[in-house]
């Protein structure tokens, strides 16, 4: 559990929505909550109610009584509210509750838990994701993958697969950096979240792939990502000196390689994610489009859909 030297470090994550819907795991979901919250923390969970016609959009041809599935869903809603509500109860944290009916309301989950997070002035939002393929990912990725897109606040995903149970702050922890101020914020905020004697990693990605677009010859980008990567890593190691009292906790930084060809930077990610066996990979994420750097978004919640591991996505407004 929490010692109380962890309970006194400000992570600066002290306003936490967590997002319920009828397929979430709350009671996982609300554990991780747990191990974050403080007595300063206050969290308010939001049960989304989505609309069973746009869940189901072939419904009404196999006669199915939407009146019922939407009574249905509004249960599981509920019942998944009262079960993270209780998870919570013991933390300390100041918790409330509500429920968003898209029927109603009208809309789509991700940008109504955007508003909300925008409204609320939320640090933090946490949700489930599932990784499904063929016709159910595309129905699905609306309670994830946009809302990475749009949520103004740093983002905690965590996939329906992982069956990891933290008992207390996170032991290992994992940071994709590419050097970009997202990277080094996502590296300030996410340190804050480790366990006092916590094992810290970074990685740079070197992207060797060949691709058909390049115009220089493959060794000389190769050389040029290296040379990257190492001045990136070692702008990681001076903001982790510099932005926590680290204790016992430790950085350790290495180069991370993409396969020759078939391969990207994210599916590197999430293979060294499997590899190491994090509590939690953390990854920056950009409020604009910018420079055509590696992580711009679509690394990351590339990385949202491949990997098992509990992804917390930094947001860094580049137009401040």
Known sequence: MNSATEHQVNTGLNRIL??????????????????????????????????ARAVLPLGPLAAFNLSAAHAQLLRAVKAGCLAAHECLTASGASVDS??????????????????????????????GSRHHRGLLRWVERAASAPVLKIAGCAILVVPGQCERD??????????AIDGSPASLEALRIGSKLAAADGLLKAIYVVDRAARVTDFVPLSVLQDAFVEEGKVALEKAREVFAHSRDAGGVMLDAELAETELSGDDVAHAIAREATRWQPDLLVMGTHGRRGVARWMLGSVSGRVAELTQTPLLLVRKDDSR
Request: charged share 25%; net charge negative; aromatic share 6%.
């Open 18 to 51: 967590l997002c319920i819907d009828s397929t979430t795991s709350s009671r996982r979901l609300a554990a991780f909550v747990r191990h974050l919250a403080t007595e300063k923390t206050q969290v308010h969970i939001v049960g989304v109610l989505e609309n």
């Open 166 to 175: 933290w008992s207390g702050r996170p032991q290992r922890m994992l940071f």
């Open 98 to 127: 509500e429920i968003i009916d898209l029927v109603k309301d009208g809309g789509d989950a991700a940008h109504a838990l955007s508003h909300e997070a925008q409204k609320w002035q939320a640090d933090l939002m946490v949700l």
